[in-house]
């Protein structure tokens, strides 16, 4: 009897326990349910989940800054015009996958020259860029706000005269180049942005201004815009942009918050962890050398002989691990500092050029390693890589987490001789999209930026009041 009440009281005990257990798993079930219906719902009512390169940002409308005026007091009388309506390494072995199927041609497309060819491969989808490309050459209008001579800031406000030159001229080749297209117009109810043509690489280096006045002089001159034009109130700045590659750009927003939620920002300096910077709102502008006209060298791959280049000041831990762990190495050839023997000569002698973080993610290296037809290896989390949501950049560079340092030697050996070949084919492909020239060429850096500006543009025409 007492046996059979234990075997009884022990099924009962095991009866309770299993229903427990059920019912644990009933809230599980009732959440993975109910997700699943709103993951359904979104999908069948929006367009969430079938993401368009076209599709425009969300922006933010914000009054006017309050201010007192105090420059830019012969800002020229407006038009007047009528309102109109990479490789990703998970483990020690990288993913290479994206390195298959490279047999595709290229696609011509006639561009303002008619002859210009585009390497299919190297973009993510080369039938819009084509169709858009051509859209953009024949319609997209730009209104920059104009200044005359005689502006005491003429200097910061106009394009330059003389050739630009150093590791900011990017802002400064786009704004002079820009002068003399065809994208610019005098009538603004024709424009499609509008173009604040401050430099902040001027301001920086101009007495009356400096580091500590470029905010200041931002916040003055939109209160200006604002208040001289209308364009600005009808989208709280959401159709303008500006240019600029300067560092120090990450903070000359900080007291004109309305560009930061609104404006479109051309910078260099387009990391995630820049609090000024807004992915997909903003652009990255690649920060290139100026090289003057001639062809870049063109030393096929097996000529060159160092696995992989980098020399730099260390000015960032990144930098710093980066040296610690390969500058006594045979094949990664690593130098904190300037060399003592030509820079161009180790970028054309390496099958990999390292671009690494150092006080901010951009620098001109990438640029540097594309125009000496070298792999670019960029090691820094979370850059926004120049033209990244048109160019496919691991049809043509090596990214990695900077954590994988110690794994680099590793992950660039694992790549075979045709799978490099094919890297380095393709960056000879891309370099002529990192390039400046006096007068733009078909699918240049000019040219480029503006195709950004194009996917960006606001479809909305706020009428005038």
Request: neutral net charge; hydrophobic residues 35%; contains cysteine.
């Amino acid at each position: 009897m007492a046996r059979s009440f234990i075997l009884l009281y022990s099924l009962s005990r095991r009866r309770v326990s299993d229903s427990l257990r059920s019912l644990f798993f009933i809230p599980t079930a009732l959440a993975l349910t109910t997700s699943l219906f709103i993951l359904f719902y979104i999908s069948s009512t929006s367009n969430l989940f079938t993401p368009h390169p076209h599709r425009q940002s969300r922006r933010h409308f914000l009054q006017n800054p309050n201010g007192v005026s105090s420059k830019f007091d012969n800002l020229q009388t407006p038009v007047e015009s009528q309102p109109q309506s990479s490789l990703d390494f998970d483990s020690l072995t990288p993913n290479l996958g994206v390195l298959e199927d490279r047999a595709g041609g290229a696609k011509t497309i006639p561009g303002s020259n008619g002859n210009s060819a585009v390497n299919e491969i190297i973009f993510h989808d080369p039938d819009i860029f084509t169709q858009d490309y051509i859209k953009m050459n024949k319609s997209f209008k730009i209104f920059m706000y104009p200044h005359n001579k005689n502006d005491p800031f003429a200097n910061i406000l106009l394009p330059v005269e003389f050739e630009p030159e150093g590791n900011y001229a990017s802002e400064s080749f786009f704004k002079k180049t820009l002068n003399n297209s065809h994208f610019l117009t005098q009538d603004p109810s024709k424009a499609d942005l509008f173009y604040l043509p401050f430099s902040i690489a001027r301001l920086r280096h101009d007495p009356r201004v400096g580091i500590y006045g470029i905010q200041d002089f931002i916040k003055d001159y939109i209160f200006n815009v604002s208040h001289y034009y209308p364009y600005w109130n009808r989208t709280g700045g959401a159709d303008h942009f500006y240019v600029s590659c300067h560092s120090i750009g990450r903070v000359a927003i900080n007291k004109a918050e309305e560009i930061k939620l609104n404006a479109i920002q051309v910078v260099c300096s387009s990391s995630y962890f820049q609090s000024s910077y807004v992915p997909h709102k903003d652009a990255s502008l690649p920060q290139i050398w100026p090289r003057g006209e001639d062809d870049p060298p063109n030393i096929i791959s097996t000529h060159r002989k160092k696995l992989a280049f980098f020399a730099g000041t260390i000015n960032s831990p990144v930098r710093q691990k980066l040296v610690e762990t390969w500058q006594n190495d045979t094949s990664i050839s690593v130098h904190a500092g300037h060399l003592n023997t030509s820079y161009e000569s180790a970028l054309q002698d390496s099958k990999f050029c390292l671009h690494v973080k150092g006080f901010e993610v951009n620098t001109a290296r990438i640029g540097d390693a594309f125009y000496h037809g070298c792999v670019p290896v960029i090691i820094a989390n979370h850059y926004d890589l120049p033209f990244a949501d048109i160019l496919n950049w691991k049809s043509f560079s090596i990214v990695i987490a900077t954590l994988d340092i110690p794994l680099l030697q590793r992950i660039l050996r694992s790549l075979s001789t045709d799978e490099y070949a094919n890297l380095h084919k393709n960056v000879l492909e891309v370099r002529r999209h990192f390039r400046w020239h006096v007068t733009p060429v078909d699918y240049d850096a000019f040219y480029m930026v503006m195709y950004e500006l194009w996917l960006r543009r606001s479809s909305i025409r706020v009428p005038l009041s």
